[in-house]
């Protein structure tokens, strides 16, 4: 049955990115693609990056929802320091297409739920080359793949559509974001002391070098991640894309390689299917992780 809440996209003819590419196309996209992000959305909390007038024009990081959106729309509200915010949650296709309109290229989330707002049920380790050199972040996520595997942990891949990968730890959410922020935080600063010519968890970029910086900084209270399969603001319209560690290996993929021409037949195949009912507690992990550490 059809959805009448989806509305028309006004000016479907504007350019939004380089390339000639319109608000229609990428409403077109996120129709297509829906069924396979929305899982990754659904009773989060977003923060909207929107450009009204493209890349040229302004930015506009929008957390609280604005009085006009319709009332369909899903909201929630959460404290923050002196208050609170109501951010958008994207539950369905008609808020998407929404977004879309409101020209929200790319969807940030919130690594919380809704109703359990202060425990995460992701961790997220963000690759962050120093230079646009994809092979840095090749191996640094097989690195991280490698000790989270020793850690008893599930993890998963996602190209970011920038420069780097995201590593996804999915969790069951008994822990809050402090204990998995303190985790994470042991985590790469472990992997750092142990590959220390090619990673670092120094938090200022002059102090980095040419190593690759291991951010841990969004696994935190309000902190986001860019959503899967979102669109990311740079020429080429680039998608943050879920992949597998075998595909991460091939040589032809880079951060970029996926976009919105080919990123529903990446999502087709359903790379992340074995990964999202595997949400663990770190405790095991952290008893591992301290064992290991004192070795």
Request: one cysteine or more; glycine letters at 4%.
């Amino acid at each position: 049955m059809a959805d009448n809440r989806i509305p028309d996209i006004r000016r479907p003819d504007k350019v939004l990115l380089p390339d000639g590419v319109t608000k229609n196309d990428l409403a077109e996209y996120h129709r297509t693609i829906a069924p396979f992000m929305l899982p990754h959305l659904r009773d989060r909390p977003l923060m909207l990056e929107r450009h009204p007038d493209g890349l040229d024009g302004p930015r506009f990081m929008q957390k609280d929802t604005p009085d006009h959106y319709p009332d369909w729309i899903h909201r929630v509200e959460v404290p923050k320091e002196g208050g609170t915010v109501t951010h958008t949650v994207c539950d369905d296709t008609a808020t998407l297409i929404h977004l879309v309109d409101q020209a929200a290229l790319t969807l940030h989330r919130w690594l919380s739920r809704a109703d359990n707002i202060d425990h995460p049920d992701r961790l997220v380790f963000d690759l962050d080359p120093s230079e646009d050199d994809f092979e840095t972040v090749r191996e640094a996520a097989r690195l991280t793949h490698r000790m989270l595997d020793d850690l008893d942990l599930p993890s998963a891949p996602m190209t970011t559509g920038s420069r780097g990968v995201h590593v996804v730890v999915p969790l069951d959410g008994s822990q809050d974001f402090d204990e998995v922020r303190d985790f994470a935080r042991q985590v790469a600063d472990t992997l750092a002391d142990e590959h220390p010519d090619a990673l670092t968890t120094a938090p200022r970029k002059k102090d980095r070098g040419d190593r690759l910086f291991l951010d841990v900084l969004r696994n935190a209270y309000a902190q986001t991640a860019v959503a899967p399969y979102s669109v990311r603001a740079k020429p080429g319209a680039p998608v943050a894309t879920p992949l597998t560690w075998r595909q991460l290996g091939a040589p032809a993929v880079d951060a970029r390689h996926w976009n919105i021409t080919n990123a529903l037949e990446q999502a087709r195949t359903k790379p992340w299917d074995d990964l999202l009912g595997k949400g663990r507690s770190l405790a095991p992990a952290w008893r591992k992780l301290r064992d290991r550490q004192g070795s």
